[in-house]
């Protein structure tokens, strides 16, 4: 989503390529401008310091994903389609800024942090009307949908954290399709019991 400020736009997409690959805590501002070619005070003149500029990023990636997902749901009607495209767009969108600079937030910025955790929460849990819907048109199982989405938020919230993914050794896409393809289904190989 742009501003009507095509000054403001510029500046947080020269601070978001840089912040997507050295991260929040490496990036500076003079590194901004150099990379604009434009004075710090311009920048200043629309972002106080580099804080309001990593909250404008994360404002400007909520309404991507808000924005996107009321498309879907205008165009497509099976929840199951519906979950998966959501999936694939928040693994699209989300994957690369969570190596460096959600990394960096979450240790140096834990209130913005909690604020991505929050927004995030609260797009997992719209999960749960879907699953309801799926229900009721026998595309799942009879499942309760609050503990089937608390199922997948707690993966959610438990695996894709920076720090998990760098343990493990995985990328952000690669924990988001497994959690994904676990809460979908299951761990038991079919024909097993």
């Known amino acids: 989503m742009k501003s009507s400020n095509p000054i403001v736009d510029k500046i947080l997409t020269a601070a978001k390529a840089r912040m997507v690959r050295f991260g929040y805590h490496k990036v500076t501002m003079d590194e901004i401008a150099a990379d604009l070619r434009m004075s710090k005070n311009t920048i200043y003149l629309h972002f106080p310091g580099k804080i309001a500029i990593a909250k404008a990023l994360v404002a400007r990636i909520k309404n991507r994903i808000n924005d996107h997902q009321g498309e879907i749901e205008n165009k497509e009607k099976d929840p199951l389609k519906i979950i998966s495209l959501n999936i694939l767009f928040l693994q699209q969108e989300l994957a690369p800024w969570f190596e460096f600079f959600l990394?960096?937030?979450?240790?140096?910025?834990?209130?913005?942090?909690?604020?991505?955790?929050?927004?995030?929460?609260?797009?997992?849990?719209?999960?749960?009307k879907l699953v309801d819907v799926g229900i009721k048109k026998g595309k799942f199982r009879q499942v309760n949908p609050t503990l089937a989405v608390r199922a997948y938020l707690g993966a959610v919230n438990n695996i894709i954290n920076p720090e998990i993914l760098q343990q493990e050794g995985i990328t952000f896409q690669q924990a988001l399709e497994t959690v994904m393809d676990i809460w979908s289904k299951g761990i038991v190989k079919e024909g097993k019991k």
Request: charged share 40%.
């Open 103 to 128: 990394k960096d937030i979450q240790l140096e910025l834990p209130e913005l942090w909690q604020e991505f955790v929050d927004f995030r929460t609260e797009k997992v849990m719209e999960l749960e």
